[in-house]
T-cell receptor, first 107, second 116 residues
């Protein structure tokens, strides 16, 4: 079974700061997913990637397959980015999730 | 935007009662997953279907949980009898493998279950 570790568990930053959330996994994968969950809210898929880098607005996700490591970056962070960010690995047979990173962006 | 619809959004029930949660996947998605989220365990896979056939339900307590997909537009998760430890948020997600095409997962809004 794949073990998915995220760091940090909690992160508080000031508006405008550059944010990095890390994810490592133990077994080779077909795809890695970054998910966002607001308090009391549903889960939104931000990225799915199997190699390289993807960018969507102020969000950037990278993955290093050899190192079994992925990072999620947020540029020019904003209070509306406050949420739990969850890394998950897997594909057609379901996902294995990290515990999530609770991000708070203060104005 | 296409979405996965889950009902009910919230459910409070007494211990021992039957609970049924429903999920309408995105039209055309052939794979449906049930996940459970708790504070202690985080998100866990309970079961999933492909083309309406159950492929894996090893994450479910077999004695009380059952998952079915009576047609392509409806997946159900039942708990009978319910117990306080079943209190959690239950998410349904649908997808269309293979993921190499770039299609990811779409999650429903979840059913928040409280068993008292």
């Amino acid at each position: 079974k794949n073990e998915v570790e995220q760091s940090p568990q909690n992160l508080t930053a000031q508006e405008g700061e550059f944010i990095t959330i890390n994810c490592s996994y133990s077994v080779g994968i077909s795809a890695l997913h970054w998910l966002q969950q607001h308090p009391g809210g549903g889960i939104v898929s931000l990225f799915m990637l199997s190699s390289g880098k993807k960018k969507h607005g102020r969000l950037i996700a990278t993955i290093n397959i050899q190192e079994k490591h992925s990072s999620l970056h947020i540029t020019a962070s904003h209070p509306r980015d406050s949420a739990v960010y969850i890394c998950a690995v897997g594909g057609a047979d379901g996902l294995t999730f990290g515990k999530g990173t609770h991000l708070i962006i203060q104005p | 935007d296409a979405r996965v619809t889950q009902t009910p959004r919230h459910k409070v029930t007494e211990m021992g009662q039957e609970v049924t949660m429903r999920c309408q996947p995105i039209l055309g998605h052939n794979t449906v997953f049930w996940y459970r989220q708790t504070m202690m365990q985080g998100l866990e896979l309970l079961a999933y279907f492909r083309n309406r056939a159950p492929l894996d339900d090893s994450g479910m307590p077999k004695d009380r949980f059952s998952a079915e997909m009576p047609d392509a537009t409806l997946a159900t998760l039942k708990i009978q009898p319910s117990e306080p430890r079943d209190s959690a948020v239950y998410f349904c997600a649908s997808a269309l493998p293979p993921f190499a095409r770039g299609y990811g997962y779409t999650f429903g809004s979840g059913t928040r279950l409280t068993v008292v």
